[in-house]
C-alpha cells in the first residue's frame, strides 16, 4: 500500500510488481499521466519554435513535417503552444488540487477531534459551500476578484476544499472511533499527535484517489474557464486558451483547435483510468 | 402494506416531518449560499459608484450615485434589502444594460428550461438504457466496454465534444446549424433541428456519470439475498431486475439522475457560449466579463436555487420510496 502512495506523489519510481497487477486500461493511463507530467516539466524545452513567433506563413496550416502539428490563427506553432501550455494546465490544477486535499484533510481531523459545536459549524459552512455548483461558483469568484495566476490557484482550491472535506470528515470520524484511537486517548496522547499519528496514516490512500478526481475536476474547470476568456489571461496561455483562441478554425477543422482539446482529454481521461484501476479498499468514487 | 389504518396515519405524519424537516433544510442552506454569494460579490475593493464613474468623477457626483444606489447603507441591510427583492421578484438593477436584472433574465430564463428539458427527455432514458444493460451483463465484455468509456467520457471537457459534434454533424455532414438561434417563428421541429447539437452535446456530458451511477446502484442490490431468492425460483434476468430490483434501487437512482442534471447547469455555461445559445448561462458568462454584478448575483442563486430545488427532489424520492419509512 505504501508503495501505491509514494509512486502517485511522485509520479515515478514505478515498481515492476504493482505496474503488473494493473488492468490495461490502468496501464494506459498511467502512460499518459507521465506522458502528461514530463511534458509539464519539459516542454518549454523541447519545443521546437518560440511559442510566441509567427513561424509559418499560413495560419490553420494542418499536420506537416516542419510544423508537426500545424500552425495557429496567427501562424504560430502549434506543437510548441502546446508543449508550453501543457505546464500551466496541469501545474496549476496540481497546485490547487494539493492545496485542496491537504486543507480540506486538515480541517476534517479537526472537525473529528474538535468539541461538538466546532464540527458541526464546520460541517454546515462546508455544506453551503457544496451547494453553489462548481462552474458557476467560478464565475462568481473571478468576476469578484479576477483572474491573474495565483487567483486562479486559489480559486480552484477554495472551490474544491468542501469536496475534499467531506470526504475526509467521513473517513476520520470513523477512525477516531477505533479502538487503538481511543487507546491512544487513554495513554493520555495529545490530538494533534492523535491526528497525524493514528488517523492520518489509515486515510492516505482513499484521500490519494480523492486527490486524483479533484486534479481532474480543476484541470476541466481552469480550461473551462481559459475557454470563457475568464481563466488564464495571455500572454500566458494554458491548454483551454488555445482552444478559446483557435475556435474560428473550426470550419476548416484545424488542429490547432483539435489538438489542445484532445490534449485536455487525454490528460483527464489518463488520470480517470488509473485511479479506478487502482486497488481500492474503502474508497468512494463520489466527488 | 397490510398496516393497520392508525399506524399508517402516524406513519404519514411521520412522513411529513420528515419531508418538512428536509425542506427546511433546504431553505436554510439556500440563505446561507444566499449570504456567501452576497459576501463574495461585494469583495471587490472600491465600490460599484466608483468604478461606473470612472476614476475622473467628483467625490461628490460618486456620494450621490453611492446614495441612490444604495452603497451608504451597512452591508446588512443591503443583504437584507437585496434578499427582499430576490424573493419579491425583483433582483435588482443592470447599471450596464441598463434595465432590471429581472427583465433581462426573463428573455433568457425560457430558453435555458427549454434546453434543460429536452436534454432531460433525451439524456434520462438513454442512460438508465445503458446502466441497467451494463449492471445485467456485470463483468461480461460488453459491460467492461461500455464501463471503460463512460469512465472515459465523465473526464472529457465540454468543449471537446461540443466541437466535435460541431466538426462532425455541422462542418463534414452539414445536417445541423454550428450555431443555436432559436426561431420566433417555426413549427417544433424547427427548434429541434435549431437545437440539437447544444442538446447533443449536453446529453453526452451527463449521460456517462449518470449511467455509472445507475449501474452502481443496481448492482449494490444484485449481491443482496432477495435477488437470490429470485433467481433461485426461477426469474428471468429481465424480470429479476425490472420488477424486483429496480423498485428498490429508484433512490439511489433518483439521486444519481438529479446530481448529473445538476452537472447541466454547469454543462451548460459552455455549450451554450460555444453555439451562441442566448440562455441564463451564457448570459451569466457575459455578467462576469462586464462585471455586470446585480445581474451576477441573480444568475448565480437562479442556479443555485436549482440544485438545492434537484437535491430536495431526489431526497423526497428517497423518503417516499422506502417502505419502512412510509408504514412506521
Same mark, same amino acid.
Given at each position: ?19 503488473? @497487477? ?14 502528461? #507530467? ?71 481531523? #479537526? ?20 451547494? #453553489? ?21 486559489? !480559486?480552484?482550491?477554495? !472551490? ?10 467521513? @473517513? ?21 499527535? !492523535? ?51 483557435? #475556435? ?40 | ?21 428536509? $425542506? ?12 456567501? $454569494? ?20 467628483? +467625490? ?37 444594460? &441598463? ?11 425560457? &430558453? ?32 467492461? *466496454? ?10 472529457? +471537457? ?49 449521460? *456517462? ?46 439521486? *444519481? ?18 453555439? &451562441? ?33 434537484? $437535491?430536495?427532489?431526489?431526497?423526497? $424520492?428517497?423518503?417516499?420510496?422506502? +417502505? ?5
Amino acid at each position: 500500500m505504501s508503495v501505491t502512495v509514494d509512486e502517485i506523489k511522485a509520479g515515478k519510481a514505478v515498481s515492476p510488481g504493482w505496474v503488473a @497487477q494493473l488492468p490495461l486500461s490502468g496501464k494506459l493511463g498511467l502512460g499518459l499521466v507521465i506522458f502528461w #507530467i514530463a511534458t509539464a516539466i519539459a516542454g518549454p524545452w523541447l519545443a521546437p519554435y518560440d511559442p510566441g513567433a509567427f513561424t509559418h506563413q499560413d495560419v490553420f496550416a494542418s499536420f506537416g513535417a516542419a510544423h508537426w502539428l500545424g500552425s495557429d490563427y496567427l501562424g504560430r506553432d502549434v506543437l510548441s503552444r502546446v508543449l508550453s501550455g501543457a505546464r500551466y494546465s496541469v501545474g496549476l490544477a496540481a497546485a490547487a488540487a494539493i492545496a485542496a486535499s491537504c486543507t480540506g484533510t486538515g480541517l476534517a481531523l #479537526i472537525a473529528a477531534l474538535a468539541p461538538r459545536w466546532l464540527d458541526e459549524l464546520l460541517s454546515r459552512f462546508i455544506d453551503t459551500l457544496i451547494s #453553489i455548483p462548481s462552474k458557476i461558483f467560478a464565475l462568481v469568484l473571478v468576476a469578484a476578484v479576477g483572474s491573474s495566476l495565483l487567483l486562479l490557484f486559489l !480559486i480552484a482550491a477554495f !472551490i474544491y476544499i468542501p469536496g475534499a472535506y467531506r470526504i475526509a470528515r467521513s @473517513q476520520a470520524v470513523n477512525l477516531a472511533q477505533m479502538d487503538y484511537v481511543q487507546v491512544a486517548r487513554t495513554r493520555g496522547e495529545k490530538a494533534a499527535y !492523535i491526528a497525524i499519528r493514528e488517523i492520518l496514516p489509515n486515510m492516505l490512500h482513499p484521500m490519494l484517489a480523492d486527490f486524483g478526481l479533484r486534479f481532474v475536476f480543476i484541470v476541466l474547470m481552469l480550461s473551462g474557464l481559459s475557454f470563457l476568456g475568464l481563466g488564464v489571461q495571455p500572454p500566458d496561455a494554458d491548454l483551454g486558451s488555445l482552444v478559446r483562441e483557435n #475556435i474560428s478554425g473550426l470550419g476548416e477543422a484545424a488542429p490547432a483547435i483539435l489538438v489542445p482539446a484532445l490534449a485536455i482529454a487525454t490528460l483527464t481521461v489518463g488520470v480517470n483510468l488509473l485511479i479506478d484501476a487502482l486497488p481500492r479498499r474503502h474508497g468512494s468514487k463520489e466527488g | 402494506m397490510a398496516a393497520s389504518p392508525t399506524s399508517s396515519e402516524s406513519g404519514n405524519a411521520f412522513l411529513l416531518l420528515l419531508l418538512a424537516k428536509r $425542506v427546511a433544510s433546504g431553505l436554510l442552506t439556500l440563505f446561507l449560499v444566499s449570504l456567501v $454569494v452576497f459576501i463574495i460579490s461585494g469583495l471587490l475593493p472600491g465600490d460599484a459608484a466608483q468604478e461606473m464613474l470612472g476614476q475622473s468623477a467628483t +467625490p461628490e457626483a460618486v456620494a450621490a450615485l453611492r446614495q441612490q444606489m444604495g452603497l451608504d447603507q451597512p452591508a446588512a441591510l443591503r443583504f437584507l434589502r437585496w434578499l427582499a427583492g430576490l424573493l419579491g421578484g425583483d433582483p435588482g438593477f443592470s447599471m450596464v444594460a &441598463n434595465m432590471p436584472v429581472a427583465d433581462i433574465i426573463a428573455s433568457r430564463l425560457p &430558453n435555458s428550461l427549454i434546453l434543460a428539458a429536452l436534454s432531460t427527455l433525451v439524456a434520462v432514458p438513454l442512460a438508465l438504457t445503458i446502466g441497467i444493460t451494463s449492471a445485467m451483463r456485470q463483468g461480461g465484455r460488453l459491460d467492461r *466496454a461500455l464501463n471503460t468509456t463512460t469512465l472515459a467520457m465523465v473526464a472529457l +471537457p465540454e468543449f471537446l465534444i461540443a466541437t466535435i459534434a460541431v466538426l462532425f454533424f455541422a462542418v463534414e455532414l452539414r445536417w445541423l446549424p454550428s450555431i443555436a438561434l432559436v426561431p420566433a417563428q417555426g413549427s417544433f421541429l424547427d427548434l429541434l433541428r435549431a437545437l440539437a447539437m447544444p442538446i447533443l452535446s449536453l446529453s453526452i456530458i451527463v449521460v *456517462a456519470q449518470m449511467a455509472r451511477m445507475t449501474r452502481a446502484a443496481i448492482i449494490a442490490q444484485l449481491g443482496l439475498p432477495y435477488v437470490e431468492m429470485a433467481r433461485l425460483k426461477g426469474v428471468s434476468p429481465a424480470r429479476l431486475v425490472l420488477v424486483h430490483v429496480l423498485p428498490n434501487a429508484i433512490a439511489p437512482i433518483v439521486n *444519481a439522475m438529479a446530481l448529473s442534471l445538476s452537472y447541466l447547469l454547469g454543462g451548460a455555461v459552455i455549450v451554450e457560449t460555444i453555439f &451562441n445559445y442566448p440562455g441564463l448561462a451564457s448570459l451569466m458568462v457575459n455578467a462576469v466579463t462586464s462585471r455586470d454584478m446585480p445581474l451576477l448575483q441573480a444568475c448565480a442563486m437562479i442556479f443555485c436555487c436549482a440544485y438545492l430545488s434537484l $437535491v430536495l427532489i431526489a431526497d423526497t $424520492v428517497a423518503i417516499l420510496a422506502n +417502505p419502512r419509512l412510509r408504514n412506521r
